[in-house]
Structure formats: structure tokens, C-alpha cells
């Protein structure tokens, strides 16, 4: 079936460190993926995406890498910040697909002050 | 202002009722989505509308029914609630039909059937 999972359910990191979120891809035709945060209580939130034919992008404080050849997707967060607590999913997708993402199971960052 | 509103944050029903829930977005953008999200945090679409046209139905049983009255609101009427529908539902909307980019979702409706 379709799946995209994380290897990680939770990671803490301290305050100040830089985070990394994994993330594996089952449909290697997928063109497209998202990176959304989700704190408590809210609906997902948009942090970056990259184009499948890229390997990576930057945001302000985010990297994501995608590696096609293992379908693997990473989101790297610097200097984490308390704020930054919150389950971060990956979802792929495919163009033309009328907006089908799929999500994986979602990745709990704790930030330790 | 809110660019994606859904009403009601909450909703306790008891099984068999129908209920729905509403969904309004103010981004101009042609397509929305429904999805749930279950207690484990797993998100996974449910339905998607382009200017009022369905695109995607994945597998939702009938009592689900979307409806989309112009292309700025798309609504959930769910029949005869059963005990697997409480979730987390949320509504989604996006510029571009193809699918790529940003999907602003909405705060949430937690339904609870009991």
C-alpha cells in the first residue's frame, strides 16, 4: 500500500542544537514533497517543499534533502528553538493528481530549554 | 483574518446522529480538501474539490458526503456517525489544481461520537 513512514517517532534535542528529521517515501514516482508542522491543538503548518528534481533547498533556519536513490527525505531545523516543539510530517505527491498528498505518521519534536 | 475557518472546534454527538461540519476559505484559491486525523496523528485525505467539482474521493464510506455550495466553502455531512469517525477533521485549500505547492489548512474540527 502507499506508506511514507519516519524512522523516528520522537526526538529531543536541547535548545540551540540542530535537528533532523528523516523521513522514507514508498511511490518513487512522487514529483513533489512537503514538509508541515503541526503544534497542539492546530492544523498543519507549511515549512518547505522541494521539486523532485532537486536534492535540496533552504529555508530560513530549514534544509530539506531528498535522495531519490533510497527514497529518503530529511528535514534539518538549526539552532532549535522551543518553538519548534511540534509533530512534523513529510507528505508526498504527484502533479496532476488533484492535490493528493500523503502524509507519513508524523515525528515528535521536543525541544529541552 | 482567518484564511481557512471551519466551525465547530468541537463536536460531542452520539452514534447514529448526522452532523456536519463547514469549511470556508478567503485565499481565493479554487481547490479544498477534507482530511481526517485519526488519534495517532495519522493524516490522510478524504476528499478534494476544484471550483465545486469533486477530484478526489478516496474510499470514504457514503455516509460521508461532501458538499461544495461555491468554491470558497466545502462542507462534511456525515450520516449515521459510528465510533470510528472521531477524529480530527480538517479542511484544506490550495491555488494550484495540479497539486504542487502549499495546502493551508484549517484549525481542526475534534469530533467525538460516543
Known amino acids: 500500500g502507499e506508506s511514507v513512514g519516519l524512522h523516528l517517532p520522537t526526538l529531543s534535542v536541547q535548545e540551540g542544537d540542530n535537528s533532523i528529521i528523516n523521513c522514507a517515501y514508498s511511490?518513487?514516482?512522487?514529483?513533489?514533497f512537503i514538509w508541515y508542522k503541526q503544534e497542539s491543538g492546530k492544523g498543519p503548518q507549511f515549512i518547505i517543499d522541494?521539486?523532485?528534481?532537486?536534492d535540496k533547498r533552504q529555508g530560513q533556519r530549514v534544509t530539506v534533502l531528498l535522495n531519490k536513490t533510497v527514497k529518503h527525505l530529511s528535514l534539518q531545523i538549526a539552532a532549535t528553538q522551543p518553538g519548534d516543539s511540534a509533530v512534523y510530517f513529510c507528505a508526498e505527491g504527484l502533479r496532476n493528481q488533484g492535490g493528493k498528498l500523503i502524509f507519513g505518521q508524523g515525528t515528535e519534536l521536543s525541544v529541552k530549554p | 483574518d482567518t484564511a481557512v475557518s471551519q466551525t465547530p472546534k468541537y463536536l460531542v454527538t452520539q452514534m447514529g446522529n448526522d452532523k456536519s461540519i463547514k469549511c470556508e476559505q478567503n485565499?481565493?484559491?479554487?481547490?479544498m480538501y477534507w482530511y481526517k486525523q485519526d488519534s495517532k496523528k495519522f493524516l490522510k485525505i478524504m476528499f478534494s474539490?476544484?471550483?465545486?467539482?469533486?477530484?478526489i474521493n478516496e474510499t470514504v464510506p457514503n455516509r460521508f458526503s461532501p458538499k461544495s455550495p461555491d468554491k470558497a466553502h466545502l462542507n462534511l455531512h456525515i450520516n449515521s456517525l459510528e465510533l470510528g469517525d472521531s477524529a480530527v477533521y480538517f479542511c484544506?485549500?490550495?491555488?494550484?489544481?495540479?497539486?504542487?505547492?502549499?495546502?493551508?489548512f484549517g484549525p481542526g474540527t475534534r469530533l467525538t461520537v460516543t
Open positions: 484544506a485549500s490550495s491555488q494550484d489544481i495540479a497539486g504542487v505547492g502549499e495546502q493551508y
Open positions: 474539490y476544484n471550483n465545486k467539482e469533486l477530484i
Open positions: 511511490n518513487s514516482a512522487s514529483d513533489y
Open positions: 485565499l481565493g484559491h479554487d481547490t
Open positions: 522541494i521539486r523532485s528534481n532537486m
